[in-house]
Nanobody, 123 residues
């Protein structure tokens, strides 16, 4: 059974940085891609970024390009999301998810989900 555990969320002031971690247990061989999503209060869950385990191919949502960086450490089976220049609009619960696909699109194409970690950016 694949399990994902996020960590690193918290309260940060606008303009500052935060790094989220997603530890993947039992899934580096059965999954190909790990993605980050976020959901703000009253809004739908939205895609943030994704990365493949094998060659580290990345895709970002336009809203975070140039500010967020996704990376992975295969030896630790962990995916990171470095978030810089945070703004209050980035406040949300951040989820990591794993997919058996190499290029998953919609959130429905992700097979396993973490419990989420809260990120709050104060102005």
């Amino acid at each position: 059974q694949v399990q994902l555990v996020e960590s690193g969320g918290g309260l940060v002031q606008a303009g500052n940085s935060l790094r989220l971690s997603c530890a993947v247990f039992g899934g580096t061989f059965s999954t190909n891609t790990v993605g980050w999503f976020r959901q703000a209060p009253g809004k739908e869950r939205e895609f943030v970024a994704r990365i493949t385990w094998n060659i580290g191919s990345t895709v970002y949502a336009d809203l975070v390009k140039g500010r967020f960086t996704i990376s992975r450490d295969n030896a630790k089976a962990t995916v990171y999301l470095q978030m810089n220049s945070l703004s209050p609009e980035d406040t949300a619960v951040y989820y990591c998810a794993a997919s058996r696909l190499r290029a998953p699109g919609r959130s429905q194409e992700y097979d396993y989900w973490g419990q989420g970690t809260q990120v709050t950016v104060s102005s």
